[in-house]
């Protein structure tokens, strides 16, 4: 009897030991890791960038040499200094009327190029222009406050220069609601039915509280040397409906409204240098329409169609829910320069994602990042394509690189 | 039929019934062990109570299912009928839970397996009917099983994170009905028995077939030896082999 209860004991204990030596658990280490991947750190930066020489289109037959302020005789010039509800205009122009209520500037320009240098400082003031003819506003530290609209709404639809002068750091803030004029659109505190022409060694810092930052019906091209900051608590930063073209510079956005966009452009994109930076904070709007939900993601960049980048740096980061580094609608093109996209928003509407393209993905240089901390960092409807030749190659969960 | 052979006979037939009832795809399924140790004690002919300590193995034997303390009372109602009650603390490795996305691919959560106590407690009649040597009995058990709150680790993949995650406390309350058949064996201290139990929650949840022997020294020293099959929503199917001990005063 001693002899079965010994053995009894003996192999229960040894059953025991045996099963307590090992645990079940799917080995998930290697796994998690790959999860626990924290998001290439994007933030403002207002340093400046050594950048190439900016050489102006001789040729007047290229499609840009009327984007170059340099190509224009600059000989008409009036001065307008803001001093509170104040103005004081210096200078006239045969053909060009400037009218005043207070601080709020009226601009009629029927002649041909003039120059309109912008100074000074009011807190309810607003400069606007009419006439079809192509025009330069230099900045030359403005500091403009709209409470009831845009700051500088060009009504035209030619080419507005805004050059920033050398050295100089300008503001401009819109109003939290704009005051209205029956067929005229303000949309944006910076606002242009043409072309805007930006230039120059100075900074702007643009103030978006109404409705967006800085805003072309037309297109908006970027030259070296600008350094530009918008903040948005309304709409979007940067906004372009035929396009925009950075070939440099510094640009900070940073938007906060729900369903904004960073930068959204509704014409082909294309970077070729510079530094532009777009944050985007905001969550999923929501409406409601004759009983109908509608939603709509921020995206830090949203393109209607074609993104060509070329050079330069993108970073792009959406922190708010289902936000995405970039929403293109079009192909997506990357041959060179440095683009990074994170999505780190939380997922209770829309999906946040570090790039979603509609159609196509073509890398073929450049190095490409794409990170999503709650859903797909990379969601293409069509083909990605990477051309052989890169240095780097990597799909992870939630980053993808790929470098050359 | 001699002493040695119907040993032989007993030892054959357990032998085939295990072999029975594992099945070809026993590699598919999964393999554990129960041991219990216990003792009981008679008041008289009509009462009797229990202490018993279980451990309960998986993963083929090698991971620790679960342990567990229990205390029960039985009442003999009619020389028929037998009523009981009982509590058994049940300290749980819980096993792992890894869910995935809607396309079944991408993962959604890991819930690492951890350890948890849950208190159940039962209520009991067995009837039992005897012909000749065979003792036919149909138990009925109803058991409420209390899990109490508890925080646990949660990867979730979506966040790419750890978080805290709360099982809420919970109680299940399930029917066992347990129809089981033994054989008193002439001049044979070993007694073969089979047994089948169903599970029901809100449906049939858990089916168990038993086959077994049991060994009585001076009655005193009460050996058991058996295999057990479980088939149980959700889980693995598993095979058991069971031993257990109980010293009766």
């Given amino acids: 009897m001693k002899k079965i209860l010994y053995y009894s004991m003996v192999l229960t204990t040894m059953a025991m030991g045996m099963a307590s030596c090992v645990n079940d658990d799917t080995d998930m280490a290697d796994i998690i890791a790959q999860y626990q991947v924290e998001p290439a750190s994007i933030e403002l930066d207002f340093s400046a960038l050594v950048e190439k020489p900016d050489v102006p289109v001789t040729d007047e037959a290229d499609e840009a040499y009327n984007d170059y302020v340099e190509n224009t005789s600059w000989n008409q010039v009036i001065e307008i200094q803001y001093s509170g509800d104040m103005v004081t205009v210096t200078g006239s122009v045969p053909g060009v009327t400037v009218s005043n209520s207070g601080a709020h500037v009226v601009v009629m320009n029927m002649s041909g190029p003039v120059q309109f240098i912008v100074s000074g400082k009011t807190a309810d003031g607003s400069l606007k222009f009419y006439g079809d003819k192509r025009f330069q506003v230099l900045l030359n530290n403005i500091d403009m406050t709209n409470p009831h609209g845009a700051a500088i709404n060009n009504q035209g639809s030619k080419s507005m220069y805004v050059v920033l002068a050398d050295g100089t750091t300008n503001h401009l803030q819109d109003g939290q609601e704009y005051t209205m004029v029956d067929d005229e659109d303000q949309k944006a505190a910076l606002f242009s039915e043409g072309q805007i022409i930006l230039s120059g060694k100075g900074r702007l810092n643009i103030n978006a509280t109404g409705r967006g930052g800085l805003r072309s019906d037309d297109y908006i091209r970027v030259r070296p040397g600008v350094n530009i900051h918008i903040s948005s608590t309304a709409l979007d930063g940067l906004r372009a409906n035929d396009g925009i073209i950075l070939d440099g510079g510094v640009i900070n956005i940073e938007t906060t409204g729900t369903g904004a966009k960073g930068v959204r452009s509704g014409g082909p994109m294309t970077v070729n240098g510079g530094r532009l930076i777009a944050i985007s904070n905001g969550d999923t709007r929501i409406t409601d329409e004759n009983d109908l939900t509608d939603t709509t993601a921020c995206a830090a960049l949203y393109c209607d169609t074609l993104l060509t980048v070329n050079g330069g740096t993108l970073k792009l980061k959406a922190t708010g829910d289902g936000g995405k580094g970039l929403n293109a609608k079009w192909d997506v093109n990357i041959t060179g320069g440095q683009f990074i996209a994170v999505a780190t928003g939380t997922r209770d509407i829309k999906k946040p994602k570090g790039v979603k393209i509609d159609r196509n993905l073509n890398v073929t240089g450049g190095y490409f990042y794409t990170y999503s901390r709650r859903s797909d960092p990379l969601d293409v409807s069509g083909t990605t394509q990477v051309a052989p030749g890169y240095k780097d190659y990597s799909v992870k969960p939630k980053v993808i690189t790929i470098a050359y | ?249």
Avoid at chain 2, 34 to 41: E, F, K, L, T
Wanted: net charge positive; aromatic share 16%; with cysteine.
């Fill in chain 2, 1 to 249: 039929m001699a002493r040695r052979e119907r040993k032989q006979l007993i030892a054959s037939l357990f032998l085939l019934l295990c072999t029975a009832f594992f099945p070809t795809s026993l590699i598919a399924d999964d393999a554990g062990l129960i041991v219990s140790a216990g003792i009981s004690h008679k008041f008289n002919k009509k009462l009797s109570t229990g202490f018993e300590f279980e451990f309960r193995s998986r993963n083929t034997f090698r991971t620790v299912d679960r342990m567990g303390l229990g205390a029960d009372v039985s009442y003999k109602v009619l020389p028929w009928l037998k009523a009981g009650a009982g509590y058994n603390l049940l300290i749980y490795n819980n096993a792992e839970k890894l869910t995935f996305q809607d396309d079944g691919v991408s993962y959604n959560n890991w819930r690492p397996s951890y350890w948890a106590i849950r208190h159940r407690f039962n209520v009991m009649l067995t009837a039992s009917h005897k012909i000749q040597r065979v003792e036919i009995s149909l138990r009925e058990r109803w058991q409420y099983t209390y899990r109490p709150s508890k925080i646990i680790d949660n990867f979730d993949f979506d966040e790419g994170m750890w978080e805290d995650y709360e099982e809420k406390g919970k109680g299940k309350n399930v029917l066992r009905s347990r129809l089981q058949v033994e054989w008193d064996i002439p001049r044979c201290k070993f007694d073969p028995f089979a047994s089948v139990e169903f599970h029901t929650t809100r449906e049939l949840d858990n089916t168990r077939f038993i086959v077994g022997v049991e060994h009585t020294l001076k009655k005193t020293h009460a050996f058991k030896a058996y295999y057990r099959y479980q088939v149980k929503n959700g889980e693995p199917n598993i095979h058991y082999l069971g031993m257990g001990y109980t010293f009766k005063f």
